[in-house]
C-alpha cells in the first residue's frame, strides 16, 4: 500500500468525525513584510567599511575551464589612490584552504588593473578598473578567491574586503557541468548510466571542504555537531567561508547518509530556490539539509524523502505554516578526482537530499507572518523576534499550564485553536507516529498573540502502527467538550477535502503526490533518483543496514506490534501509489 492509499485508508480511521460543520476554518493570515534585496544578479556583498569601492562583478559569473575572466571594480573617490592590484589565489580540487589556514593569508598572486580603456576596460578615467584572469587559470572544480588591494603614492594600502570580516573576499567557482555517472544497484548487477542530461534534473549543491573534515562531520562521534568551515556553491554563486555540521539526535549515526545543516555569514547569506526555481521572500542564513534516508523506518527507504515533502505540504495545504522544502543534487567537492573508476561510492557525488527551511525570521517573511519567538521544547528559543522580549516566561507559562489542564476560556485565549485543529488531524492524516510529548514539533507566537505548534522531524511517516505518543502536551485541549466538537468538524474537512479519493489518479492527495514526485521521476528519462540514491547508498560501506531500498513485501515492528507491506511494484512508483 503507498502514500496516496494509506492516507485514504489510515486516516479514515485515524481522524474522528463525529458532529456537524458550524463553521469555516480560514487558517492564519498575516500582513506581508518584505523588506528591500540589495544587488542583482551578478551582487557581492555591500561593503560599508570601504565606501571607496561601490560596486564589484566578474564575468562570467561561473567560468568553464578554459574562459578568462573579467574583473570589474568601481571607485569612487579615485583621488589619492596611485593604484588598484586584484590579488587572487586558485584553490584546487582535496586542497581546500580555510580562512585560517596560512595558506590563505600567505598565497595571493597580484595583477595590476586598468582604469584607462584598454585590455578589457571600457572607459578611460571614469572609476572602474578592470583586468581580465587569464584562460588558463580557469580549471574544472576550481576555486578562485579574490580581493582588491588600493594603494597610495606614499605606500598606504587599502583592502577590500575587510581582512576582518567574516567573509575577507570574492570568488568563482570554474565548472564545465555535471558528468554522468555510473553505478550498480546491487554488488553483483550491472552499471547504470545514468546520463549527463539526467544528472541535471535537479540544482546542484557543491560544498568544498578539507577532505578530513567531512567524514569526521558525518561519521565520527567525537566531532558531533562540530562546526567545519567550507564553501558552498549553487547556481553559479559562491557562498565562502560558511560553516557546515552533522544534524540529528539518536538518528545521526544510523543511516550512513545522515543529514547536514549549513550556516552562511551575515555578509553574504544565501539565495535559494523551490523546486520550480522561485525565489524565496528572504535570503537564508541557515538550513537544513536531510538525507532522504529514512534512518529509523528502514521500510520506507527508497521513498526518496517523499514522506517529508508531502507530509510538510499537507500541513500548509491545511493551512498551518510549515516549511518548504525542495530536492537537490549533492557533490561534494574534497578530493582530486570527480569520479574515480572503480568505486561509485568515492568522488563528488553524494546523492539526492532534501532542503528544509529553517525556523527563522526569513521563514516568517517567506510565510507572510508577523515577527514572533519560536521555540522549541528540546532545546528552548530558536529565534527571537518579538521586540522587548527577554526572557522565558511567557514560553514557560503556557507549557504549565498546558501540561496540567486548564479551561476552554484559558485555551481559547493562549492556544491559536484552528492551527492547532489543523496540526492535530494531518498528524493523524499522515501517521506522524514519532510525535511525542516535548520533542519533534515546535511553537511559535506572534507579538501578544497565540501559540501556533509547527511540524518537525517528519522521516518516519506513514507507518500504520503506534510508535511514540503521536500528541503532545496542547491536546489537553480537546478533554473540553466544546472544542473537542471543533475539531472533529475540522477532521472531517481535512479528511474529506485532502483524504477523500483513494485513487492516484484522483483527489487532491493523488494530485500532490504526482506533482512532487514528477522532480525525482523526471519525463523522458530511463532512470529515477530513487534508482541513483539507491546505486549510491543501499551498499555503501557506510551504510549500517545493506539491501535495505525497497524491500517488498516489507516486514516492521513499531509499538502497536507487526506489519507487512506489499508494493505493486518495489520502486518509487509502488511507494508513490
Same mark, same amino acid.
Not at 581580465?132 to 578562485?144: D, G
Not at 506522524?432 to 506572534?446: K, W
Not at 522521516?459 to 502536551?473: L, S, Y
Not at 485532502?498 to 523526471?522: I, N, R, T, Y
Given at each position: ?75 569612487? /573617490? ?27 593569508? @600567505? ?47 606614499? +605606500? ?12 575577507? @573576499? ?16 546491487? %554488488? ?13 534534473? =535537479? ?64 555578509? /553574504? #547569506? ?78 563528488? =557525488? ?128 480537546? #478533554? ?10 475540522? +477532521? ?48 555503501? %560501506? ?29 520502486? =518509487? ?5
Amino acid at each position: 500500500m503507498g502514500i496516496v492509499a494509506a492516507l485514504a485508508q489510515v486516516a479514515s480511521a485515524a481522524v474522528e468525525t463525529a458532529g456537524s460543520l458550524d463553521r469555516p476554518h480560514s487558517g492564519l493570515t498575516a500582513t506581508r513584510k518584505v523588506g528591500s534585496i540589495p544587488g542583482g544578479t551578478n551582487s557581492v556583498p555591500t561593503l560599508p567599511a570601504f565606501p571607496r569601492v561601490v560596486a564589484v562583478r566578474h564575468v562570467p559569473e561561473q567560468p568553464q575551464s578554459g574562459q578568462p575572466v573579467l574583473v570589474t571594480t568601481r571607485v569612487a /573617490q579615485p583621488q589619492g589612490w596611485s593604484a588598484v592590484v586584484l590579488e587572487y589565489q586558485g584553490i584546487e580540487p582535496g586542497k581546500y584552504v580555510a580562512k585560517g589556514d596560512s595558506g590563505f593569508s @600567505n598565497v595571493w598572486q597580484s595583477v595590476a588593473m586598468r582604469d584607462d580603456g584598454r585590455e578589457g576596460d571600457r572607459k578611460r578615467g571614469d572609476g572602474v578598473y578592470s583586468c581580465k584572469i587569464p584562460a588558463e587559470q580557469q580549471k574544472h572544480r576550481h576555486l578562485v578567491r579574490y580581493r582588491f588591494r588600493l594603494e597610495t603614492a606614499d +605606500g598606504r594600502t587599502s583592502v577590500v574586503p575587510d581582512p576582518a570580516s567574516a567573509c575577507p @573576499n570574492f570568488a568563482w567557482f570554474t565548472y564545465d557541468g555535471v558528468p554522468a555517472w555510473q553505478g550498480k544497484l546491487r %554488488p553483483q548487477g550491472s552499471n547504470l548510466t545514468f546520463s549527463a542530461n539526467f544528472m541535471r534534473t =535537479l540544482p546542484v549543491y557543491h560544498l568544498l571542504a578539507r577532505a578530513g573534515d567531512v567524514p569526521r562531520s558525518q561519521w565520527d562521534g567525537s566531532a558531533n555537531k562540530q562546526r567545519f568551515p567550507g564553501t558552498l556553491v549553487y547556481g553559479g554563486k559562491v557562498y565562502d567561508h560558511i560553516q557546515f555540521r552533522n544534524r540529528g539526535q539518536a538518528s545521526t549515526y544510523v543511516a550512513g547518509k545522515n543529514k547536514w545543516a549549513f550556516k552562511f555569514n551575515p555578509e /553574504q #547569506e544565501f539565495e535559494p530556490r523551490d523546486n520550480y526555481g522561485q525565489t524565496f521572500a528572504s535570503r537564508w542564513n541557515s538550513f537544513s539539509l536531510n538525507a532522504c534516508a529514512s534512518p529509523w523506518a528502514q521500510i520506507n527507504r527508497g521513498l526518496s524523502g517523499m514522506e517529508e515533502a508531502v507530509s510538510f505540504r499537507a500541513y500548509a495545504l491545511a493551512g498551518l505554516p510549515a516549511p518548504r522544502t525542495h530536492w537537490v543534487q549533492f557533490r561534494v567537492v574534497d578530493a582530486p578526482e570527480e569520479a574515480p573508476v572503480g568505486n561509485q561510492y568515492d568522488g563528488d =557525488l553524494w546523492g539526492l537530499y532534501l532542503v528544509v527551511q529553517d525556523y527563522d525570521g526569513a521563514w516568517l517573511k517567506d510565510q507572510q507572518l508577523p515577527p514572533g519567538d519560536i521555540y522549541s521544547p528540546e532545546s528552548g528559543l530558536k529565534h527571537r523576534g518579538i521586540s522587548g522580549a527577554q526572557d522565558n516566561r511567557a514560553w514557560d507559562y503556557f507549557m504549565e499550564h498546558s501540561r496540567r489542564g486548564a479551561t476552554g476560556n484559558w485555551w481559547r485565549t493562549n492556544l491559536n485553536l484552528e492551527a492547532y485543529f489543523n496540526f492535530h488531524a494531518v498528524n493523524r492524516l499522515v501517521a506522524n507516529i514519532d510525535l511525542r510529548h516535548g520533542a519533534n514539533h515546535l511553537f511559535y507566537q506572534p507579538a501578544q498573540g497565540l501559540w501556533v505548534p509547527l511540524p518537525w522531524d517528519l522521516d518516519m511517516m506513514f507507518i500504520p502502527r503506534e510508535h511514540q505518543a503521536g500528541v503532545i502536551d496542547q491536546t489537553r485541549c480537546l #478533554e473540553v467538550p466544546s472544542i473537542r466538537r471543533e475539531y472533529q468538524n475540522r +477532521g472531517r474537512e481535512i479528511l474529506d477535502l485532502l483524504a477523500g479519493d483513494a485513487d492516484p489518479k484522483g483527489g487532491q492527495v493523488g494530485q500532490l503526490v504526482a506533482e512532487l514526485s514528477a522532480f525525482l521521476m523526471p519525463a523522458g528519462q530511463a532512470h529515477t533518483w530513487a534508482e541513483l540514491d539507491m546505486a549510491m547508498w543501499n551498499y555503501h %560501506p557506510r551504510n549500517q543496514s545493506k539491501g535495505t531500498f525497497f524491500q517488498n513485501p516489507g516486514e516492521d515492528s513499531r509499538g502497536g506490534g507487526p506489519w507487512r507491506r506489499t508494493l505493486e511494484t518495489p520502486d =518509487l512508483a509502488g511507494f508513490c501509489r
